[in-house]
């Protein structure tokens, strides 16, 4: 169960210590107007609250009269990796509650506020640190405070993320996702809920994997779906902003034999989410495998019509209905590292943005599209009949891999409604990521 460090005299402690700006005093607007954003501040930037306890820390903004309290999370971290807090394998904080320069402080640009420096300290505040946020592109900016408290500090009470762990169901203020009982490497529902402002209903029906590969000479011939790969969840941090989760994976080779393990990370934050697709090569291909490929996409579901289909090279939309026009059956399969599905009709205009980006891919590996909408092609397993907007990408050149680990990321955000030109919102989150910069302020 979740610990909730919101509680009675929390808030109290929030009433008493949010003190009201003196009349005159000037406050610099906020220009940045990023609102999708996820910020992570490293501990190395904020040495000024080394050491302290986590309870006594709080993330500030102002607005027009006062100090408020943002909703942000501290997340261990030692060697570059997470410890989580909840499962077979939760990790004990080694910093004995104390915030260290390994640890990252999480929390949404939405939250952010104007400049705030020159005004008092809340009451009882012992040091304040100046958090910038930056849009690299035009400059604009925003800011949140860091402040350091003798005691318990005021927190926020707002809670964006939630981990359903026997579901395997992650849930936000923006969207839901949820795993296949029965292929829980796979999705099985993704939805925009009404309290967002979508429809609520799932556009997965299953997300699929199909692998392929044949040995030399043709001796053998090896074809695994989803339902071949597991994923055991390890650890997991289901905080305010984001929940962090690791899982084991691997996939059942022969009978019940399995391949080598990868334990892979992912995290959910209140707008989207990224996760790893990792592919562990432990010998030269080649040397084995005459051919080699992977598929990964996901099959929808056929209840939610009037949806289109964008990429980079159809951005006019090709409309979802289970059967292939003759525009689909030339799509430009042309590797395009983002697209969208979203709905045309008034009572679901929602739709999901997605991108997927190779991480030290050789230059004989590409990801071209992968698309068939035709319900009358079988794809088990399944629960709708047929292919019904299947859409995702290959992976070409498996073939003439080297030893070692490759990395897919994958990012996905869920989207209101889009118009072409809305995708650029979201690729700027890992092209052009925000910029942030500290400083210690004195007291006025």
């Known amino acids: ?211 392929r590969a044949v040995t030399v000479w043709n001796i053998l011939t090896i074809s695994k779906n989803e339902n071949d790969f597991r994923a055991e969840i390890l650890a997991y941090t289901d905080g305010p902003v984001r929940v962090v989760r690791r899982t084991r994976n691997w996939v059942r080779l022969f009978g019940r034999v399995p391949s080598p393990s990868v334990e892979l990370t992912s995290v959910y934050w209140k707008t989207g989410m990224q996760f790893p697709l990792k592919i562990r090569v432990p010998f030269r291909v080649p040397r084995f495998f005459e051919e080699a490929g992977l598929r990964v996409y996901v099959d929808t579901p056929p209840d939610v019509p009037g949806r289109k289909f964008y990429n980079a090279h159809n951005r006019q939309g090709m409309l979802i209905d289970g059967r292939m026009s003759e525009a689909e059956r030339h799509v430009d399969t042309t590797p395009s590292d983002w697209q969208v599905v979203a709905g045309t009709r008034p009572e679901h205009r929602e739709g999901w943005f997605s991108r997927q980006v190779m991480i030290d891919a050789p230059q004989s590996v590409s990801m071209p599209l992968y698309y068939l909408d035709d319900a009358s092609t079988p794809d088990e397993p399944e629960r709708y009949p047929g292919c019904f907007g299947c859409l995702g990408f290959e992976l070409d050149g498996l073939d003439e891999l080297e030893k070692g680990d490759y990395t897919i990321l994958v990012q996905m955000f869920p989207l209101l409604s889009y118009r072409p030109g809305d995708e650029k919102a979201f690729l700027d989150i890992y092209d052009r990521p925000l910029v942030v910069r500290t400083k210690v302020l004195a007291k006025p």
Request: proline fraction near 7%.
């Open 1 to 211: 169960m979740k610990q909730r460090l919101v509680h009675y005299i929390s808030a109290i402690a929030t009433l008493l210590s949010l003190i009201l700006l003196p009349i005159g005093t000037s406050i610099a607007s906020k220009t940045l107007d990023r609102t999708p954003d996820p910020v992570v501040v490293r501990g190395d930037l904020l040495a000024s609250a080394h050491r302290i306890e986590i309870r006594r820390l709080a993330l500030l903004g102002c607005d027009s009269d006062r100090w408020r309290p943002v909703p942000f999370q501290i997340d261990e971290r030692l060697h570059d990796r997470y410890v989580l807090q909840s499962g077979p394998e939760a990790e004990a904080d080694i910093d004995w509650g104390r915030f260290d320069a390994d640890d990252e402080i999480a929390f949404m640009v939405a939250d952010t506020g104007p400049r705030c420096t020159g005004l008092p300290f809340p009451k009882d505040v012992e040091n304040i640190q100046e958090i910038e946020v930056q849009d690299p592109v035009d400059g604009s900016r925003a800011y949140v405070y860091l402040a350091v408290y003798p005691d318990t500090a005021p927190r926020s009470g707002t809670d964006y993320v939630t981990y359903n762990v026997e579901k395997n169901l992650i849930e936000t203020t923006d969207y839901t996702i949820g795993y296949h009982a029965e292929a829980p490497i796979s999705i099985s529902r993704l939805a925009v809920p009404r309290r967002a402002g979508g429809s609520g209903q799932s556009v997965a029906d299953r997300q699929k994997i199909r692998a």
